[in-house]
């Protein structure tokens, strides 16, 4: 099984600053046929279900605010919210689709100073 | 708009059975994948399993392969999970989720809870 691991556990941050959350694999997630990286990244705010925010590493999901980032390649990808919102308050997993099972990163809690 | 609403869930006893429900609307459930994927009190996210457009193709994950089904009936809009043989450890939130390659659409959840 692919293992996701995702740093920090936790972070907290004031209004308006900026936040990167690391996520990596234990293999590669680029598929050579493609050239594509079989990354996904989920945000679940409090009492809610997890809502998809970018696919493929860096593709933004219709209605995602362009404060949220998706990037890098292989086994090292960032998420970074450029200035980060009251509403951002929340859990922030990373996913591989590359190969079943379906495996997930253990979170990133963002708490709003 | 694309909704997945989840049923069955609740409190049953160890080693017993239940089945959940996905009813899905907003989209042609005919032409997706789908998954169950759960969350245990306060855990983070554990796939169960997936299922093809036309049930060609299904996937378990290690922790429920030879206790759970998944199913599903196209014409009812409704993607299936038959659970037998629960644990204690099998408590957890429950959520269907379209599949796009990967999880794009949840529903709510529903919630199994297994104690004596």
């Known amino acids: 099984d692919i293992v996701m691991t995702q740093t920090p556990s936790s972070q907290a941050v004031s209004a308006g600053e900026k936040v990167t959350m690391s996520c990596k694999s234990s293999q590669s997630l680029l598929y050579s046929e493609n050239k594509k990286n079989y990354l996904a990244w989920y945000q679940q705010k409090p009492g809610q279900s997890p809502k998809l925010l970018i696919s493929?590493?860096?593709t933004r999901e219709s209605g995602v605010p362009d404060r949220f980032i998706g990037s890098g390649s292989g086994t090292d990808f960032t998420l970074t919210i450029s200035s980060v919102q009251a509403e951002d308050l929340a859990v922030y997993y990373c996913?591989?689709?590359?190969?079943?099972?379906?495996?997930f990163g253990s979170g990133t809690k963002l708490e709003i100073k | 708009e694309v909704q997945l609403v989840e049923s069955g869930g609740g409190l049953v006893q160890p080693g017993r059975s239940l089945k959940l429900s996905c009813l899905a609307s907003g989209f042609t459930f005919s032409n997706y994948g789908m998954n169950w994927i759960r969350q245990a009190p306060g855990k983070g996210l554990e796939w169960v399993a997936s299922i093809s457009s036309s049930s060609s193709y299904i996937y378990y994950a290690d922790t429920v392969k030879g206790r759970f089904t998944i199913s599903r009936d196209n014409a009812k809009n409704t993607l299936y999970l038959q659970m037998t043989s629960l644990r204690s450890e099998d408590t957890a939130l429950y959520y269907c989720?379209?599949?796009?390659?990967?999880?794009?659409?949840w529903g709510q959840g529903v919630m199994v809870t297994v104690s004596s």
């Open positions: 493929w590493a860096s």
């Open positions: 996913e591989q689709y590359y190969d079943t099972p379906l495996t």
């Open positions: 989720a379209r599949h796009e390659g990967y999880p794009d659409y």
